[in-house]
């Protein structure tokens, strides 16, 4: 993943902006002679086109993790506890949990939310309920993340933790061979979402999604659970000022973009639609203004 998710929620502006300017370039002084349709088009120069100045004002968030409930453990309940992992992932890396033992059904595990961060996280190793901070300045919208949840077995086995050049990460293995899976959620929140829910700084909203325990299937046999729900923080931080340029030069960076353009092209590409997100009501999930 990349964190190019917030330049594509403007390229298509930007994209418009662009087309505009070269548009009105032509047009001064004489009229534009009409174009020979036999020829290729000329390749659009972006020289010219001040990137630098290119700047806004953002608001800015963070998603902190707060608590998972077990509505129905994995397996016949009488038969043993479940010993759940929670893993985040976001466009700039993961972070996971520590094992967490003796969860059975009904039981809710509560986090730290000041050491649970989701979104935005800062740099380097942590580990979900322990060290994972936010950073002072947040996200800008839209955000996006995932959480999964593991029940952990006795294994022999292996697997890898990729950290390459994510910006957060943690050594703990999430899913080793023979772990069961419990459940997972793709939160997709957009612009004008969050500053409907979230006017003002300071505002707060908690929302509680119910976790699919299907793995790529829309239907699967759960009919001695697992059934898990998740529970996660938004807050709206202050706002900060964006710029163009340095969004565009790492997203060039991550996917080999020969120009700004090709960039904005690419993320015009991979722009899709909002996951729907199952969300339980709460008594606590209208904004808290501070």
Not at 106 to 118: A, E, L
Not at 159 to 168: M, Q
Not at 211 to 226: E, F, K, M, Q, S
Request: proline fraction near 6%; aromatic fraction near 8%.
């Amino acid at each position: 993943m990349t964190t190019s998710k917030h330049f594509m929620a403007v390229c298509v502006g930007l994209a418009a902006w662009s087309w505009f300017t070269v548009g009105a370039n032509g047009q001064e002084g004489q009229p534009t002679p009409p174009q020979d349709t036999s020829r290729p088009a000329a390749v659009v120069s972006t020289s010219d086109i001040p990137w630098h100045d290119l700047t806004w004002v953002e608001r800015r968030y963070k998603v902190e993790a707060m608590r998972f409930k077990a509505r129905d453990e994995s397996g016949i309940d009488w038969w043993g506890s479940d010993e759940v992992m929670v893993g985040t992932f976001d466009a700039k890396g993961h972070t996971t949990s520590s094992e967490i033992d003796d969860i059975d059904s009904g039981n809710t595990h509560h986090f730290d939310p000041v050491k649970s961060c989701i979104l935005a996280v800062r740099p380097g190793e942590v580990v979900l309920g322990k060290t994972s901070l936010c950073t002072d300045v947040g996200e800008p919208a839209p955000l996006n993340f995932q959480v999964e949840l593991w029940e952990k077995d006795i294994s022999f086995g292996f697997c890898s933790t990729l950290i390459g050049s994510e910006h957060h990460f943690t050594r703990h293995c999430l899913q080793d061979s023979n772990d069961d899976f419990l459940g997972h959620a793709q939160m997709d929140l957009s612009i004008q979402e969050l500053e409907t829910a979230l006017p003002q700084v300071g505002d707060q909203r908690i929302e509680t999604v119910v976790l699919n325990p299907c793995r790529g299937a829309d239907v699967c046999d759960v009919t001695y659970g697992p059934d898990y729900s998740f529970t996660y923080r938004i807050t709206r931080l202050p706002d900060a000022q964006g710029g163009l340029h340095g969004v565009l030069d790492e997203a060039m960076r991550k996917i080999g973009a020969r120009s700004e353009l090709e960039a904005i092209a690419a993320g015009l590409r991979a722009l899709r639609a909002p996951s729907p997100r199952k969300v339980e009501s709460e008594a606590d999930a209208a904004p808290l203004k501070h």
